[in-house]
């Protein structure tokens, strides 16, 4: 089975600063992936970024970047640079053979 | 690109009656199409899996005598909640896995929802 914890259901900052967001997750599956979602008020999943477990390096996309520790089973996010537009929700999500599932949601809130 | 849609995008229907929601992947074939139940200020939990010309495979809890899903073709998901109650009031979300041998078989693509409401 698998699951995926988000202990922050909200997070405040200012535009521009750097935020993080903390997933953790558990799965008895050796091949599994691990994605970011953001689900803006229009409620469109839009895929964030997204890292394959059996690589090493962490995932980059722009101003977003994953901190992948798979001993400790912790995929954050790092919201650089963060933006008015980036205010959303938040899921972190963990893919095994079939199934898709998902965090409970960070409500992300960029002030300006 | 990969773009799935759902229609309708909203929809209001009496107590008792049947609303058929259809999801579609508009530029791309898809094997595996999946059905999400959102509630508010909730994520999302997998009510269902279907691949085409098969049965759908039921999370647990998920009555399938009452939210019926039919993979028709490989471009095509219909999703009818029967005898809708308010308690079905929700945000249905449908996603889409492109036909294995792409770059990344295993990525969902999404579509934008359907709100229902039963009155």
């Known amino acids: 089975a698998q699951t995926v914890t988000q202990s922050q259901p909200e997070m405040s900052v200012q535009e521009a600063e750097t935020v993080t967001l903390s997933c953790t997750y558990d799965t008895s599956e050796s091949n599994y992936y691990l994605f970011w979602y953001k689900q803006p008020p229009s409620r469109q999943m839009i895929l964030v970024i997204r890292q394959e477990a059996y690589k090493q390096q962490n995932a980059t996309e722009n101003r977003f970047s994953v901190n992948f520790q798979k001993a400790a089973k912790s995929f954050s996010l790092k919201i650089s640079d963060s933006q008015l537009g980036d205010t959303a929700m938040y899921f972190c999500?963990?893919?095994?053979?079939?199934?898709?599932?998902f965090g409970q949601g960070t409500r992300l809130t960029i002030n300006p | 690109g990969a773009v799935v849609s759902q229609h309708p995008s909203w929809v209001i229907c009496k107590s008792g009656t049947s609303v058929k929601i259809e999801c579609r992947s508009l530029?791309?074939?898809?094997?595996?199409m999946f059905w999400y139940r959102q509630f508010p200020k909730q994520s999302l939990m997998l009510m269902a899996t279907?691949?085409?010309?098969?049965?759908?495979?039921?999370e647990q809890g998920v009555e399938k005598d009452k939210f019926l899903i039919n993979h028709a073709s490989l471009t095509l998901s219909t999703l009818t909640v029967t005898s809708a109650h308010p308690e079905d009031s929700s945000f249905y979300i449908c996603?889409?896995?492109?036909?294995?041998?792409?770059?990344?078989?295993?990525?969902?693509?999404f579509g934008p929802g359907t709100r229902l409401t039963v009155t």
């Open positions: 530029d791309f074939q898809a094997t595996t």
């Open positions: 996603s889409a896995r492109k036909k294995v041998g792409n770059l990344r078989p295993y990525e969902q693509y």
């Open positions: 279907s691949n085409e010309g098969s049965k759908a495979t039921y």
């Open positions: 999500a963990s893919q095994g053979a079939q199934k898709l599932v």
